[in-house]
């Protein structure tokens, strides 16, 4: 028997509720007056299937995804015709469209195999469209519709490091760009919510919309991929931005459901996607018992769990490399890929005559990391750069650390171009054998974007 809870229009309600009357092994448990009530009787675990309309008032992704926390898979009701109400419900995740003109035999086993679905990821949120996982049909719907099926998704590389301003950001931005330099479309976001500042470094003006407006989109049910195209306007030829927040006291904004969205999408923007996150990957059990409030760190929980490639970053003073352990340990807990790890400011001036060799016997001994790359201390290239609100490649293009980042970047995607390498029609060719997507759709125009002066 399937118990079913319903949260629909007024308009349909009577005549869909005379269809679940008649149809078999189905059971209505609630007839729900609004988001509220309806969210209630999913966390008591009344019902298996909750049946909403489009124009509920307050649905969104995390409404969907805490139903699905609890069990609830969800189904829509949309009327015969009505394009926008049913393009909304699946951009929201939900996949089990039903009409009210639908027979009792239709309904109920819609409903009975809605019941009884299992997915790999969070049912109606399109995590499991995140991972190289196995896909369920409800899920894999949800990929934007106007996407080609022959286009593979980009990768997603978080740039992730323990408190105390190790670099995260400078790697971040830095690796974005000479990943565009090298002819691999690139988009950098930034989901820090402890202190977002991809936008000062970049010279970005303060209005951009970016991170805060995409999660609002998806939220409602109106993001796609022309839509975040739009979002993140281009900075540098091949490297698009999406910025942070504006402020640290809008971290509320940022609710889980929202960013897994962000970045799936985000992988039919670029082929790369680059996310700088904040340091805390701390769960926030207290706040998140028994109560569906936002968490601070679930963007950074949520880019983890998504990321194809992981680059852990900590700096090569004593305090930075205690962090750095402590760190990649915190990580092992944490569901992420296997970690990259970099030691950023490497200096003799703190680590000896032979830094490197310092550092690495350090990290050998105590956290048994065998592989550890380095990046230079190259502080007048990086002020120069924050001065003028370039990207490293663009002010000091032969720096050391640009050439040690454009090392890492070969790693984390095999298929970019040496440097120095034209692309342009090559380029293309190689997209086209490899599936890699291209542009965003022709008719997607994109704002213009100014650099603070």
Same mark, same amino acid.
């Given at each position: ?12 309600? @009577? ?5 679940? &009357?008649?149809?078999?092994? *189905? ?40 139903? @699905?926390?609890?069990? %609830? ?32 035999? =239709? ?38 519709? +106007? ?36 002819? !691999?479309?690139?988009?950098? %976001? ?14 970005? %003006?303060? &209005?951009?919309?970016? /991170? ?19 979002? @993140? ?35 039919? !923007? ?42 852990? %970053?900590?700096?090569?003073?004593? !305090?930075?490399?205690?962090?750095? *352990? ?20 490497? +200096? ?17 001994? $105590?956290?048994?990391? &065998?592989?550890?790359? $380095?990046?230079?201390?190259? /502080? ?13 490649? =663009?002010? @000091?293009?032969h720096s050391s650390l640009v050439a040690a980042v454009t090392d890492l970047a070969g790693e984390l995607d095999p298929g970019m171009a040496p440097p120095g390498t034209r692309t342009g029609r090559r380029e293309r060719r190689h997209r086209q054998r490899s599936g890699r997507p291209e542009s965003p759709s022709a008719d997607t125009v994109l704002p213009e974007q100014g650099r603070a002066v």
């Open positions: 028997m399937t118990s079913v809870v319903t949260a629909v229009t007024h308009r349909d309600e @009577a005549q869909f509720v005379r269809v679940l &009357e008649d149809a078999a092994d *189905v059971t209505l448990v609630r007839r729900c007056a609004d988001l509220a009530e309806l969210l209630s009787v999913g966390a008591a675990g009344l019902a298996r299937v909750a049946v909403v309309s489009p124009d509920l008032r307050g649905l969104d992704r995390d409404a969907v995804r805490h139903l @699905a926390g609890h069990g %609830v898979r969800v189904a829509g009701l949309v009327r015969a015709g009505d394009d926008e109400g049913e393009r909304r419900l699946r951009q929201l995740g939900v996949a089990t469209l039903l009409h009210p003109d639908d027979t009792a035999p =239709e309904v109920g086993t819609a409903l009975a195999t809605l019941a009884g679905s299992t997915t790999t990821g969070h049912v109606g949120t399109g995590l499991d469209l995140l991972g190289d996982g196995g896909r369920s049909d409800s899920a894999a719907v949800q990929e934007d519709p +106007r996407r080609a099926d022959d286009v593979l998704p980009g990768t997603v590389t978080v740039v992730w490091g323990p408190a105390g301003a190790p670099g995260r950001t400078t790697v971040a931005t830095t690796l974005a760009a000479v990943l565009a330099a090298a002819g !691999v479309r690139s988009l950098l %976001v930034d989901l820090d919510t402890w202190g977002a500042s991809v936008a000062q470094v970049l010279g970005l %003006v303060d &209005e951009a919309p970016g /991170v805060a407006a995409a999660a609002r989109a998806s939220e409602q049910g109106l993001l796609d991929v022309p839509a975040l195209a739009r979002l @993140a306007p281009e900075v540098l030829p091949g490297m698009r931005v999406l910025t942070g927040l504006p402020r640290a006291d809008r971290w509320p904004e940022l609710r889980s459901a929202a960013v897994e969205d962000v970045l799936r999408l985000a992988r039919r !923007v670029a082929e790369h996607v680059v996310v700088d996150v904040g340091f805390a990957i701390e769960d926030d059990e207290e706040l998140s018992y028994d109560t569906v409030a936002p968490r601070r760190n679930a963007s950074t929980l949520a880019a983890l769990e998504a990321a194809d490639r992981l680059v852990v %970053v900590g700096s090569a003073d004593p !305090v930075g490399l205690q962090r750095l *352990v402590r760190a990649v340990q915190e990580l092992a807990v944490v569901a992420s890929p296997s970690p990259t790890v970099v030691v950023n400011k490497l +200096r003799s001036s703190v680590a000896g005559p032979r830094p490197e060799r310092a550092v690495r016997e350090v990290l050998d001994r $105590f956290a048994g990391m &065998e592989r550890v790359r $380095f990046l230079p201390w190259a /502080v007048d290239e990086c002020d120069a750069a924050l001065l003028a609100g370039r990207t490293l490649t =663009e002010s @000091a293009p």
